[in-house]
């Protein structure tokens, strides 16, 4: 997809090193940075310079390219990707890449390993692009179809982040949207914001205005009412993690979403690549729930009148905050999953008759 006209990835090799878009400074800058070692890599994913399952996913696989760079030695790759793995806790798409990558390298010699390694790290990217471009068609028809019942604009309710910024081209819950608006079909998105980190407004509805989508940032709390209203047609979200049952875990907030949607019976659909899903973990109470930094919630990022990035706390400096980043929604409240292989019901049947 575009900024400021260019077509880009969130992710590329070039020259020995890892580039990224460092999303931390989105909206307000926009910087190409370098990661050179596996530390940079592990570091990346911490801060959240890059984020959203399927980037995350991208991300170490390059991670392992690096250390395998910087040090060609089986005890310093195996350490790097267990760092790696351990270096955020619910986008399952971290350890399927990394898996994904030392399966691969296993038993190679070491003067092919690098070549193996990179091809690897590119091919896992490349399918993510293939998926998300795959989501995207199969999503459409779902927008058309409403599109066609009601002859106006469809609009559509996102949470977070699960656009290209999130993935390495397309997105997951946007690659629907793009698809359609590149269709000519009217679109128009209601942005959550979403807190903590206000990465709905931040990347979501940034992204959306570089490919020229019409949207509206609202609070996380809006939607409910716009449900009520009759203003939203249908959600589309991503997810950190979905189970094999088809319950979802994506970021704070989703499942009441969920839940307003049901009571008003909009359509909930989640979008993911099969990479995003668990086909281990049984219950949702087993999902690991990344509870990061309270200052997510104290604290606001933004720009003043100089142009500056400055940081703000918002609460009394006293008080105690709590910062769960996600949850989980039970398969019984979504409509439907927007898989690269087709759209299919939240449920261990519908999951299997696609991918087993
Ligand atoms: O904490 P993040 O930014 O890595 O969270 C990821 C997300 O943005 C989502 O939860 C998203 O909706 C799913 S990832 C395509």
């Not at 931390?24 to 800058?29: A, D, R, Y």
């Not at 696989?61 to 195996?78: H, Q, R, S, T, W």
């Not at 790097?80 to 990558?101: F, Y």
């Amino acid at each position: 997809m575009r900024i400021n006209g260019k077509a880009l990835r969130t992710i590329w090799f070039e020259d020995n090193k890892v580039k990224i878009i460092d999303q931390t400074k989105l909206p307000h800058q926009f910087i190409v940075k370098d990661l050179k070692t596996v530390t940079d890599a592990i570091n990346a994913i911490k801060v959240m310079e890059v984020r959203g399952a399927p980037l995350i996913g991208g991300t170490a696989a390059y991670g392992i390219v690096l250390a395998i760079i910087e040090k060609n030695d089986l005890n310093f790759i195996n350490q790097a990707a267990g760092d790696l793995i351990n270096s955020r806790p619910t986008a399952i798409n971290l350890k399927w890449a990394v898996d994904r990558m030392m399966k691969k390298i296993k038993g190679v010699n070491s003067k092919e390993i690098l070549s193996l390694a990179l091809n690897e790290a590119k091919a896992i990217c490349e399918e993510d692009v293939g998926f998300c471009k795959s989501i995207g068609e199969h999503g459409l028809k779902i927008i058309e179809s409403i599109y066609q019942k009601k002859k106006d604009t469809v609009n559509i309710l996102t949470h977070c982040n699960a656009g290209w910024l999130a993935t390495i081209d397309w997105g997951t819950a946007t690659s629907p949207i793009y698809h359609a608006h590149q269709k000519g079909i009217k679109v128009h998105v209601w942005v959550d914001e979403t807190r903590p980190r206000n990465q709905g407004a931040n990347l979501t509805s940034y992204e959306l205005n570089e490919e020229g989508i019409p949207n509206t940032i609202i609070a996380d709390n809006t939607g409910g009412i716009l449900m009520q209203r009759g203003q939203v047609d249908m959600c589309i979200v991503g997810t950190d993690r979905t189970l094999a049952n088809g319950d979802v875990c994506n970021k704070i907030g989703t499942y009441l979403k969920a839940l307003a949607a049901k009571d008003n019976n909009v359509p909930f659909y989640v979008a993911l690549p099969s990479s995003t899903i668990d086909w281990k973990i049984k219950e949702a109470k087993d999902i690991p729930i990344e509870e990061r930094n309270s200052e997510e919630l104290s604290h606001v990022y933004g720009i003043d009148n100089s142009g500056a990035i400055k940081k703000v706390l918002i609460y009394p400096k006293q008080s105690k905050a709590m910062n769960l980043a996600f949850d989980v929604t039970p398969a019984k409240y979504v409509t439907g999953l927007i898989t690269e292989k087709g759209v299919c019901d939240a449920s261990k049947e519908g999951l299997e008759k696609l991918f087993k």
